[in-house]
């Protein structure tokens, strides 16, 4: 029986020609026989892909073969076989979409003027140190902190990265602005950007968590400052550290703890929301809540 895995990795590093890379990247990674999305920009890559162990392990060699490439730090996840419908590799302005390419700044040393890098075991100590002063600022979809986040974590009203540069100039979190601050993410990139945008604004001492919410998973677990679950981009739609741990996540139907989003029933919508496996398998709370299906704004005539 096959092993399959999911690998995530970014680096920020200049590439000259990122269509050359892009050509290279996609004809390996279905050489490889891999599915998942890679985004190649002047800036670098960020990919997340999966498939058989073997194969996931030889396109890892191959990339990390090209010299820009060899610092990559690969995080890897069990997998389903199953988890991303096709691959995807395309070309964009940036790396991560925050509509801020004119601030940011890369060398063959990466994302220049951003926030320190913390590992997870000095993340603790800079909490042993300096207590309830520490600020976890969450750097992800506001949607996605809704199953797991930090501890007392601060949570953008965001629904996409785009919306970061207006939340944080709205003077919402100006009193941070003295205070250390810790940017965390699910692999560690929108950090990498969002650091660099604080600082630009003001904000005087500014962390990033080394390898995001996925490395200090990989090194506490449930037993950190970490509670619930990680929302993930692929088919499993959320991953845990370990038995035990519960959801942050509630169900809109029950009121249950449960880390499950599902798609409004709505065809207009869409929209994401939580529903417990035991509502959902018995049909309850079919839509969001956010919107009014037709059905339902159909006004009910006389007979």
Same mark, same amino acid.
């Given at each position: ?68 490439? +060899? ?45 320190? @890098? ?5 993340? @603790?100590?800079?909490? /042993? ?49 003295? +205070? ?11 950090? /990498? ?24 998973? /990989? ?30 996540? +509630? ?33 309850? @709370? ?18």
């Amino acid at each position: 029986m096959s092993l399959s895995k999911i690998v995530l990795f970014y680096v920020f590093t200049p590439l000259a020609d990122p269509e050359a890379v892009r050509l290279w990247q996609h004809a390996l990674a279905e050489g490889c026989g891999l599915t998942g999305r890679v985004i190649v920009s002047h800036q670098g890559i960020n990919a997340t892909l999966g498939g058989d162990i073997d194969d996931v392990k030889r396109y890892v060699r191959i990339t990390k073969s090209y010299a820009p490439f +060899r610092g990559a730090d690969i995080k890897w996840s069990s997998g389903t076989g199953d988890d991303f419908p096709r691959l995807s590799v395309k070309v964009r302005p940036e790396l991560v979409t925050f509509h801020a390419p004119d601030e940011i700044t890369v060398t063959e040393d990466g994302v220049q003027g951003g926030g320190e @890098h913390l590992s997870p075991g000095r993340l @603790h100590r800079l909490v /042993e140190e300096r207590g309830d002063e520490v600020v976890f600022f969450d750097g992800r979809n506001a949607m996605e902190a809704r199953i797991g986040r930090f501890r007392d974590a601060v949570v953008p009203d965001t629904d996409t990265t785009r919306d970061f540069i207006a939340e944080i100039e709205s003077g919402k979190y100006d009193e941070l602005k003295d +205070r250390p601050v810790v940017t965390y993410c699910t692999g560690g990139i929108r950090c /990498e950007v969002l650091s660099v945008l604080m600082r630009n604004r003001g904000f005087s001492e500014v962390y990033q968590l080394d390898g995001g919410i996925v490395r200090y998973g /990989e090194s506490f677990g449930n037993a950190g400052l970490w509670g619930g679950s990680l929302y993930v981009f692929d088919k499993r739609m959320h991953m845990e550290f370990g038995e035990g741990a519960e959801s942050l996540g +509630r169900c809109v139907e029950c009121g249950r703890s449960t880390p499950l989003f599902v798609n409004c029933a709505n065809e207009e919508c869409r929209k994401l929301f939580l529903r417990c496996e035991s509502c959902t398998e018995a049909g309850r @709370h079919p839509h969001c809540g956010d919107c009014v299906p037709e059905a339902a704004e159909a006004p009910v005539r006389a007979v």
